[in-house]
């Protein structure tokens, strides 16, 4: 593993990836009284593709041997993305209320990721890098 001045990277990146959140945020907040505005918002943010783009270009340039895992495991992370996306909207048509449908979504999310941090350890996954 290559050594990096943590403090450096964390001012760099939250400087260039926090300001776009921060913008991003803003605009939701602004144009959320319009439900077209707010459906084509979700349309374009929904992908996350803007934080994949400085994902791949960080991995790509620090580390080529990892970027070949990084979109294969990205892949089966944008499949468990719409897996949750799935779960709010059944908890909200249902009418499991705001905070019900975010605590089931992110107790799912919570134990998804231990299972997969678990098999990403035991090398499960060797097969796919």
Known sequence: ???INITKSLLHNF????????VLLT?????SQSVDLV??????????????FFQYH??????KDATHSFLVHSI????LWVFYSVLMYVGHTNNLGVQNVILSTF???????????????NDVFDFLV
């Open 58 to 63: 960080i991995i790509d340039v620090s580390n």
């Open 1 to 3: 593993m290559k050594s």
């Open 76 to 79: 089966i992370g944008g499949i």
């Open 107 to 121: 107790i799912t999310f919570s134990v998804i990721t231990l299972i997969y941090y678990n098999l990403i350890i």
């Open 27 to 31: 605009i939701l907040e602004y144009i």
């Open 15 to 22: 400087l260039k990836s926090g300001l776009l959140l921060a």
């Open 39 to 52: 459906s084509f918002y979700s349309f374009l943010s929904g992908s996350f593709i803007l934080i994949a």
